[in-house]
């Protein structure tokens, strides 16, 4: 049995505990639970299934819609052919305008999903040292998907130098520098707005209002950040991100647990020392922060490489809400 | 054992086709039974966490498929008591599987596909290079590699020998024989540990296949031709009979009609390449066997590294699209170990990747298990350690591998000391996945449809 130390010069040695019958058996289901060692799993991505519900209503609706059309055109024309005519292309025009909503919305969401699919294909990049002609397909996708973001000349700059020599983690780390104005913007945003949020349920009146406000200025948040990082919401891109949102949050990662339990201790003083309304104020607010680093990992093709939202934040935002609150003792 | 019905022809869907090859050791059978598991598993999730993957509703694999792969006897290795691992691969073979994908939205009917592993020892990759060389380059390299350590010391006295033969003289069959049997005894030797070289050309000296004998065309590297012996007979005219003439003729039939063919009729058809490479093995025995496995993944991959025509770059670079090179054996290491394992190849094949990149190849490094081994668990002081079943003395063994760096010193002074070499697991069962680590990821690398 060697128990020596573990390296001396290049040679790294292996330390023999037992063998033999002094070693425990070898449980055979223990190997299906080897623990992955690949760290944060990255950003989750609710199911996609064809949407054949909305699809069959949508599809009776227009149904619906070319039949009264048609029947307003026969109804118009004999009133008078200029009316037939004039209903006619109002309703043409009604529905090209339509078909170019519904098509710019679901471009739009497509969006969402390929800024997710992106995310986590670098964070695997990223796991499995990945180089060659797959960064340079990533960092062309990326330029594809950052074209119409506000800061596109900064990412342009930054990905100069991406080529079929780079690895992935290269790559993300550009993509990083390019993020560096919005994140800064965005935090800054979730900064205020959570404040906001956290004051305004310690000071509110109506506790069954709460919840609906609450909700709506988190949504209004969420639309803010998504805007900061250039995407456009349609309806169901919207929808999208706000799943997208809470499937996250529902799977917290190693990350969010930390940045919990480091604000636990501070919400947990609070309470004592500020009462119940200001405490709930409190306990808002950190959720409040939780939905807007899900929505910043949501609007970012480069992962999470540090937290976006990191305990400094957490805590400023805990100070702020304890030294405005009303209640405060 | 009850006979599958007969599959559906591979010609009526579209095919993939994928290389698997290894040098010695590397664990290609084992991988080739993993995926073959895996995708046989699909309808039980085996491979659903891969994106690419997850359309695969159901995977088989045909048995009835001329010179197919032995799934049944790495099976029943696998599964035995004890088991054992699957015997190395000897000759060529092809694993045929189908696969049916979940239908389209659009479509009343499930997608097919085909997917052929296309298994060979990867000695005969080695032949590669041999195909650009001439006689008297294969006498130079052979000059220069039997100078130096540990092949001097494997074969001391070989080079002397093989110097005092004047290639103009008449052959001389008894000595021929010796001489070949002791070539063949330091090839062997070579690639063994604790050597475990990997540049032992020919490479079908020691994987001869069944097309192929040995001792039936010999030829050895003849230093004499490469001195002013070997000028006084220009453009190699040596007389009838002679060492030089024998030894030419028979290096020339060996690329032309041997080598060059195999590559020329399978490597023409594949769509992906997967190299695997015994890093851990290497490490168990350092800087020469480092050394020695770099060189040779260099020459196996030298044909994707020209940039213009010739017959080689022709040949692979007319499907060939994605490369993976994979480091296997990493469940013996601990688990926050084994992702470090893949940026420890990339240390290693640094300059390789490099010149590589940007030639329209997708190269990608793995670490993966096929078949996880070893157990993670506790010693007393709470420190992580491993478990499993040593494969010689099949003894249960309790160990705790060193912590490897993610850098490859330059010099690949870099040694694992006493590392055990582990057992298949017991209690492995065809109709589950086995237990292994990234072997979905591979797969999906390789075919997944994104």
Redesign the interface.
Known sequence: M?DGP??RG???????????????????E???D?????GDPGLLEPPRR?PWLATLLGAMAVTWLAINWLEAIHWGHRLHVGLGWAILVIGGIIGATGLTLAWRAWQQRHHIDAIT?LN?RLA?AE????????V?QMREEAEHLLARNPQRGSFEEALLGI???S?ATELVVALERGYATQDAQARALIHREVVRTGLFIAASPYPALDLLLVAWRNARMVNAIAAIYGLSLSFPARWRLYRMIVQNMAFASATETVLDSASEGWAANLMVNLGARAGQGVAVALYSLRIGRQAMRASRIAPEHKPLVDRNLAKLILGAIRERSPGTR | MAQDPPAQPASSCPVTRVGITGLSGAGKSTLITAVINHLENARRGAVAGESGLARIRHGRWQREAERAFDYDHALTALTAHPPRWPESTRDWSIARLTLDYDRRWYSLRPRRRCLELFDYPGEWLLDLALLDWSFADYTRHWIDWLSRSPRREIAPDLPERLAAIDPGAPVDEVLMAELTAEWSMMLAESRLPPHRLSRNLPGRWLMPGDDFDPDAMPFLPLPAILTTAGQSFPDGSFPDGSWGQVCTSNFRYYREKIARPFFESHFGRLDAQVILVDLIGALRSGQAALADMRAAIESILEPFRYRDGGWLSGLFRRRIKRVAIVATQIDHLLPADQSRLTRLLDSYLFELTQQLAGKGIELRLFAVSAVTAAQPREDSRGQPMLVGTEKSSRQKIAFTPPSIPEQMPHDLDLVIDDLPTLAPPAGLDRARTFPGRRVDTLLDFLIGEH
Request: charged residues 30%; negative net charge.
């Open positions: 060697t573990d390296s290049s040679h790294l040695a292996t330390r023999i505990h037992a063998q033999g019958e002094a070693v425990p058996d070898i449980d055979p223990a190997l299906y080897t623990p992955d060692d690949s064809f699919q986590r695997e796991r499995e040292g990945e180089m060659g002609q797959s340079v080529d079929a020599g690895h």
